[in-house]
Structures are given as C-alpha cells and as structure tokens.
C-alpha cells in the first residue's frame, strides 16, 4: 500500500528554517515524480516544488520551484532512506501554512514535472509550518 508519511514541521521565527521529511511507503519513491504542496488558512493549495524520477543510474531528477521559494527552499531525495527532503531557509510570514508532499506514482525520469494539484493522486498527511515573531 503507498503511504507517504510527513515529518519535521513546527513553529520558527522570520529568517529560520525547517527541514520537512516524507517517507514513502510501498513503492521506490526516488524513481517516481514527487512534489510539496502547501495550503495556508482561507486559501487554496499551492505547489511548491517539485522533481522528477531518478533513472537509478547518473540521473536523479531536476527540480522545480515557484517564484515565491526559488533561492530558499531545496528539494531532494534520498535513495537509501526512500525519503524527499524540503529544506527551507529565510523562512518569511507567508510561508506559514500545512506543506503536505504527494506524488503521481508515475516513472518519468528525465521528463521534468510540474505543479498541477489534480495531477498528483497519493498525498500525505501533512505536517504544520508557522512563522512568526
């Protein structure tokens, strides 16, 4: 059964940072498209990152970022834990919300990915992140 498993949320203060850990559960997540999520009180979910499948040999997936993260947050797998990391640092206000990491289960390595919440089918729980003074 896939299971994606969430970790490594909590409260900092403007300019901190937070790594958030997903687990996967019943499949090789590195292999597959993987993405963080977010949704703030009173909005809608938006896509944060993403990256696509490694093909288990030199090609371990080209990442994406909206503007809004690009030169602070980082995503990445790591193949021997079968986990995706986001590590987010100058962590600012508006990045408060619930980040939940989900995946398509598709095997596209080399294709690249992209944002589109009804395209992603497997999420997790997900996990609080507050910033605030």
């Known amino acids: 059964q896939v299971q994606l498993v969430e970790s490594g949320g909590g409260s900092v203060q403007p300019g901190g940072s937070l790594r958030l850990s997903c687990k996967g559960f019943g499949f090789t997540l590195p292999y597959y498209r993987v993405a963080w999520f977010r949704q703030a009180p009173g909005k809608e979910r938006e896509g944060v990152a993403c990256i696509d499948g490694s093909n288990g040999r030199s090609y371990h997936g080209t990442p994406y970022y909206i503007d809004s993260v690009k030169g602070r947050f980082t995503i990445s797998k790591d193949d021997v834990n079968n986990t995706l990391y986001l590590q987010m640092n100058s962590l600012k206000p508006e990045d408060t919300a619930i980040y939940y990491c989900?995946?398509?289960?598709?095997?596209?390595?080399?294709?690249?990915?992209?944002?589109?919440?009804?395209?992603?089918?497997?999420w997790g729980q997900g996990t609080q992140v507050t910033v605030s003074s």
């Open positions: 989900a995946t398509d289960l598709v095997l596209n390595a080399g294709y690249g990915c992209r944002l589109e919440l009804r395209e992603y089918d497997r």
